[in-house]
């Protein structure tokens, strides 16, 4: 590819977006023309993973091209270091002009204290003091953590974060998720809409919601002054002024959508643009005769028995009504999303920017959307969850329309957007450049590393507990930590992860090779940052 004058980056993210609920990756009911024509003038990568599947963690990886184990966001809660260094500080050095508007999720948004994890002390011992509790001292006590933080921008109208921020000379923030969403958006709204909180949550809903699925309402909020109308709005506000500055310096534009993200609040006509009457059951909805794992019988046994979750972030099973209700909801999202990237993408073109602009897409991570019965997110590592779009559109391309089958994943986006840009990463970078499969001459790498790291125990296990899987082009393996069971799939005969083979007899050769292969990588990401001194001859 050319790169005689440096391109423009528009970075589309959406959050918790599985691969398959889109049109290019061929669902034949959401409609997303807009996303489907990016496909159709770029590549699409078939087999792309998150490095973990939860909203902080994975987007730390974006940003900083490693591992959650190493960049130390390893779960929710816990926020991206302002000491680290992102791909986007690199562009930013070498004269990009870099922003993000909407979501970025790399500080917490709930500022509860952590209730569990701390060892019990002796209480024979006098315990450390607040700033000595965590085995590092550079992380909540040096630098603002609280930025994302709803209260804050409450208690100080005027707040504005500290920039750059993790690299971005500019940001415009949409904080939370659905009608409740804060932050820049939060004032956009108010500004448009005073009494603004009249229009958000289920009490203020719109009349007309029959829906039974768990965080469903019918927003009172218009479609002109939902956050994905906000993102679009001020995605293409920075288009027109950069058009109108020295085009001489090109821009890195993260544009990042809450959506479709629960609660399920799509506004206006996208709230009944799909019928849940019309909308299949994912083809593992429906259990039959298997051998259930463990973590996943118990989530079956706390819906019988109605102690479900059905408020908060991690997943629960749901009944057959609940799935088509959620995902005819989550496509009203996604095809108001794939109509706000038509218009950015339309603007990209009267300002004559096309030319010059390489456009990327993907997501922080997928949803069950009714895979297993289950719906959200959770350390069960099916496809729906951890399988996620990945689009990127050069106009530099000589070929059009590839479809890569080979792996990649979100590790590799970093390495890549800075290979595209001819700038060198930094040590400590654990990604891939995904350009040679990109244009078509390469298969991607022979395998993936997904990790978890989950605060509090649930589905069967203990606080803290981590699992690691391998993704390969055939298998996958999954270890969970203080059990002696796992998971082991075979992507080719089994495509919806519904025959367990770990305790197959005839699959104990593959298990003991995957589980050597999962160890080696694990080592191969292990940390290499800083350098040592150079020491002996």
């Not at 309402?217 to 506000?237: G, K, N, Q, S």
């Not at 890549?416 to 700038?423: E, G, H, K, N, Q």
């Not at 390969?472 to 203080?482: F, N, V």
Request: glycine share 8%; hydrophobic share 35%.
């Amino acid at each position: 590819m050319p790169v005689d004058k440096r391109p423009n980056f528009l970075l589309i993210v959406t959050d918790q977006h599985r691969a398959d609920h889109l049109g290019c990756y061929g669902n034949a009911v959401v409609q997303t023309p807009n996303i489907d024509r990016l496909a159709s003038t770029g590549t699409r990568f078939d087999r792309f993973y998150v490095a973990t599947p939860i909203c902080m963690p994975n987007r730390a990886t974006l940003m900083t091209g490693r591992m959650p184990s190493l960049h130390g966001a390893r779960q929710n809660g816990i926020p991206l270091s302002l000491s680290a260094t992102t791909f986007v500080d690199i562009m930013r050095a070498a004269g990009y002009d870099t922003a993000l508007i909407g979501k970025c999720h790399l500080q917490s948004i709930n500022g509860n204290r952590p209730v569990v994890g701390m060892p019990d002390p002796n209480p024979k011992h006098i315990p450390p003091s607040e700033h000595l509790l965590e085995a590092g001292k550079t992380l909540m006590h040096h630098g603002r953590y609280d930025q994302e933080l709803p209260s804050t921008w409450e208690r100080e109208p005027e707040f504005e974060p500290t920039l750059p921020y993790y690299g971005f000379n500019r940001v415009e923030l949409a904080i939370g998720h659905g009608d409740k969403a804060v932050g820049h958006y939060g004032r956009w709204l108010e500004a448009r809409h005073p009494d603004s909180d009249s229009l958000r949550g289920a009490k203020n809903q719109l009349p007309g919601n029959d829906y039974v699925a768990p965080q469903a309402w019918r927003t009172r909020i218009p479609e002109e002054l939902y956050p994905t109308t906000f993102v679009a709005e001020r995605t293409m506000d920075y288009l027109e002024r950069h058009s109108r500055s020295d085009r001489t310096q090109p821009f890195f534009l993260q544009c990042s959508f809450p959506d479709p993200h629960h609660p399920f609040t799509p506004p206006g006509k996208y709230w009944n643009m799909y019928d849940p009457r019309t909308i299949s059951l994912p083809s593992s909805f429906s259990v039959g005769e298997r051998s259930i794992p463990p973590h996943l019988q118990k989530l079956y046994e706390e819906r019988n028995l109605n102690k479900s979750n059905r408020d908060g972030q991690r997943t629960f099973a749901v009944t057959e009504r609940e799935t088509r209700e959620a995902i005819a909801l989550t496509y009203g999202m996604i095809t108001m999303i794939d109509d706000a990237i038509g218009a950015i993408l339309a603007r990209i073109e009267m300002l004559g920017l096309a030319s010059e602009t390489v456009v990327v897409f993907t997501s922080d991570h997928g949803d069950f959307m009714g895979d297993h019965q289950l719906l959200l997110k959770g350390a069960l590592h099916y496809r729906g969850l951890v399988r996620v779009p990945f689009i990127w559109s050069d106009p530099s391309a000589a070929i059009k329309g590839i479809v890569s089958s080979g792996l990649g994943g979100t590790l590799d986006i970093a390495s890549s957007i800075l290979d595209r840009a001819s700038l060198a990463g930094y040590n400590g970078m654990q990604g891939t450049s995904l350009l040679p499969a990109i244009e078509g001459n390469a298969a991607g790498c022979d395998s993936l590393l997904i990790e978890e790291h989950q605060r509090r125990g649930y589905m069967g296990f203990a606080n803290n507990f981590r699992a690691r899987s391998l993704i390969t082009q055939d298998y996958r393996l999954t270890l969970y930590e203080g059990v002696e069971w796992g998971e082991l799939y075979n992507f080719t005969n089994d495509p919806d992860e519904l025959i367990n083979l770990w305790e197959a007899r005839d699959s104990q050769t593959i298990r003991r090779n995957l589980t050597e292969r999962l160890a080696r990588k694990m080592m191969n990401l292990a940390e290499t940052s800083p350098l040592a001194t150079h020491h002996g001859p």
